[in-house]
């Protein structure tokens, strides 16, 4: 079977810095596109942020862009998600997800296959 397994979260206050790791069981993520995605309760996922495999392609949200920056170990197999000048709106549990198909981003949300469990990200004023 395969997973991916979200960490890193936790409690910090606004300004401060978090790096979220996921990481693959079952299937090398060299191959494969890798987004990360945020939900607050009551809303709907939104795309964070998004690697390519393939062709270096690199994509995120308007809300996080100079903030977070996504990178990728394949040697770990595992993707990061650096977080830093942390706002309260960050607020949300953080979730990795592949469509197990696509080396290039943007991913589609519909076609999304593989999701981890989740990492809770809580920044306080």
């Known amino acids: 079977q395969v997973h991916l397994v979200e960490s890193g979260g936790g409690e910090v206050q606004a300004g401060g810095s978090l790096r979220l790791s996921c990481s693959a069981s079952?299937?090398?993520?060299?191959?494969?596109?890798i987004g990360w995605y945020s939900q607050v309760p009551g809303k709907e996922r939104e795309g964070v942020s998004c690697?390519?495999?393939?062709?270096?392609?690199?994509d995120y949200a308007d809300s996080v862009k100079g903030r977070f920056t996504i990178s990728r170990d394949n040697a770990k197999n595992t993707v990061y998600l650096q977080m830093n000048s942390l706002k309260p709106e960050d607020t949300a549990v953080y979730y990795c997800?592949?469509?197990?198909?696509?080396?290039?981003?943007?991913?589609?949300?519909?076609?999304?296959?593989?999701w981890g469990q989740g990492t809770l990200v809580n920044v306080s004023s």
């Open positions: 079952g299937f090398t993520l060299d191959y494969y596109a």
């Open positions: 997800a592949t469509d197990y198909f696509s080396s290039s981003c943007p991913l589609h949300h519909r076609y999304l296959e593989v």
């Open positions: 690697i390519s495999s393939s062709d270096g392609r690199i």
